[in-house]
């Protein structure tokens, strides 16, 4: 079991929707680490709780039409949200699950959101999704490269004060 979990959601037939997919084709690729663990999958559904156990860091990565700027990244906590009973959870739904299987904290996690502008079946990416990409590529670099949660915090935190 490798430490670092970095876990992308989407779709490669939808448009902006396989940003998660390729920034992990991108890591795969160029980042030769070997304490990482990729995965990709559609959506996030309940068993992914299973893939938490045993991590010291996870980082979702995902689209998203919502992000306040090109990339947004932030720590995430367990909680019980309105995804939590269907068929697609959040993140932080997973790491409640995780919490109430285990009877014990998720390891740290956080969130990558790529602005995405269109999702839909057959497009390919957009112009600024690729631009967005480019930005995912270049922090998720930095923060492979220093595979410490103060670290993250920290790079976290600096997202707050931009926003």
């Not at 079991?1 to 037939?13: D, E, I, T, W, Y």
């Not at 156990?53 to 980082?59: D, E, K, P």
């Not at 009877?103 to 600024?128: D, N, V, Y």
Request: glycine content about 4%; overall charge negative.
């Amino acid at each position: 079991m490798k430490p670092v979990l970095l876990f992308a959601c989407g779709n490669l037939s939808r448009g902006d929707d396989a940003l998660g997919p390729l920034l992990l084709d991108f890591v795969a690729a160029h980042l030769p680490f070997d304490t990482v663990e990729l995965l990709t999958d559609f959506q996030l559904q309940i068993e992914h709780a299973l893939d938490l156990q045993g991590r010291s860091l996870v980082l979702f990565a995902d689209a998203s039409v919502n992000s306040a700027g090109n990339i947004n990244f932030r720590e995430l906590t367990a909680q019980r949200d309105t995804s939590y009973s269907t068929h697609v959870m959040s993140p932080a739904a997973v790491l409640s699950v995780y919490q109430d299987i285990f009877h014990s904290p998720p390891p740290p996690s956080f969130l990558l959101s790529i602005k995405a502008e269109r999702m839909e079946l057959g497009e390919g990416l957009s112009e600024s999704a690729q631009l967005h990409l480019q930005s995912a590529v270049t922090l998720v670099t930095k923060l492979l490269n220093n595979q410490q949660l103060d670290a993250w915090r920290n790079c976290a935190a600096d997202f707050l004060v931009a926003s």
